[in-house]
């Protein structure tokens, strides 16, 4: 009888411990998504306006109106996206976008112009990036920690504050260096393991 016990014990224990390492892994992958929204966001288009405007031959007040539009077009579009995770899944609604979010990235180094082809790219990189990535980021890690919803939202906003206050500088670094068109095919490249390894990671739900 003390055998059985103790091996119902230890079963107990290894599921506990299975839960825990799954929800650490999923916490993760949920964090890594939410960084790579990073070039899609206000402060990760900042560092290129003054590229757009020279290389564009475009002003700033051109800059900011196509920004807006693709702030309003994002957010017309968001809902859509959440309906269709509701129907498929978030997992499959990512294995969607991500590829698409960075092809994205891709096609900002070939810009020739503001109308159609800053205003279409940076519609779909504002979307793509602080909407959906976002958006599947968030509603999967409520759907894991519904007991400790705050604790984990506030463990996982630690990496990705961090990530988005020095976001910055590395775009900085990257478009001194290398030039801005360079730069988001760098952006793509160092994004596209984060989003796969975050497409491995995450799950739907614990069920």
């Given amino acids: 009888m003390k055998s059985v016990a103790k091996i119902e014990n230890v079963k107990r224990q290894l599921i506990f411990l299975k839960k825990i390492t799954m929800h650490l892994y999923v916490a993760f992958a949920c964090a890594l998504v939410e960084i790579c929204s990073a070039p899609g966001h206000t402060f990760g288009v900042n560092e290129y306006i003054d590229s757009f405007i020279e290389d564009l031959g475009t002003s700033r007040n051109s800059v900011s109106g196509v920004w807006m539009f693709a702030s309003f077009f994002s957010a ?45 790219l940076m519609s779909f990189m504002r979307l793509l990036g602080p909407e959906c990535l976002i958006l599947i980021s968030r509603s999967t890690l409520n759907r894991w920690f519904v007991e400790q919803r705050g604790k984990a939202s506030a463990l996982m906003s630690v990496p990705t504050g961090v990530i988005f206050m020095t976001q910055s500088i590395l775009v900085s670094f990257l478009i001194k260096t290398y030039g801005w068109r360079n730069s988001y095919s760098i952006t793509a490249l160092i994004l596209t393991p984060c989003l796969l390894i975050g497409l491995v990671f995450l799950r739907d739900s614990p069920e």
């Fill in 76 to 120: 017309s579009l968001v809902v859509v996206v959440a309906r269709l995770m509701d129907k498929w899944s978030t997992r499959k609604v990512l294995a969607v976008v991500a590829p698409t979010y960075i092809l994205v990235l891709v096609l900002m180094r070939f810009i020739t112009n503001v109308v159609p082809e800053l205003v279409i």
